[in-house]
C-alpha cells in the first residue's frame, strides 16, 4: 500500500517561498512510469494541478505556476518537495501530494496539508 504525507509550514508570509516535502511510503518514486504530482485547493475552489515530478527525474508545470513553482526529490529518503516563490494571499489553499500526473490515473493522494498565506 502506497501512502504519502505532506508536511511543512502551515503558515508562511506573503512575498516569502512555501515549501513542502512529501514522503512516500511502500513505494519508490523512481519506479518506472510513475508520475508524482502537486494539486491544491483554495478555499471555496476547484483542485488546481500545480506539476509533476516524473520517476526519472523531469518535471512539467501547469503554465499558471511554471514561473513560481519548482518541484524536486530526494530518492535517498523517498521525497519530493514543492517551493512556491513570491507567495500572496491566494495561494491560501489545502495542498496535496499525488502519486499521478496529466494522462495518468491519480490513484494514491496523501492527506492534505493547510497551507495559509498572511499579508
Known amino acids: 500500500q502506497v501512502q504519502l504525507q505532506e508536511s511543512g509550514p502551515g503558515l508562511v508570509k506573503a512575498s516569502q517561498t512555501l515549501s513542502l516535502t512529501c514522503t512516500v511510503s511502500?513505494?519508490?518514486?523512481?519506479?518506472?512510469?510513475?508520475?508524482w504530482s502537486w494539486i491544491r485547493q483554495p478555499p471555496g475552489k476547484g483542485l488546481e494541478w500545480m506539476g509533476v515530478i516524473a520517476y526519472e527525474g523531469s518535471n512539467s508545470y501547469s503554465p499558471s505556476f511554471k514561473s513560481r513553482a519548482s518541484i524536486s526529490r530526494d530518492t535517498s529518503k523517498n521525497q519530493f518537495s514543492l517551493q512556491l516563490r513570491s507567495v500572496t494571499p491566494e495561494d491560501t489553499a489545502v495542498y496535496y501530494c499525488?502519486?499521478?500526473?496529466?494522462?495518468?490515473?491519480?490513484?494514491?493522494w496523501g492527506q492534505g496539508t493547510q497551507v495559509t498565506v498572511s499579508s
Open positions: 511502500g513505494g519508490s518514486i523512481t519506479t518506472s512510469e510513475y508520475y
Open positions: 499525488i502519486r499521478g500526473g496529466p494522462h495518468v490515473e491519480y490513484d494514491y
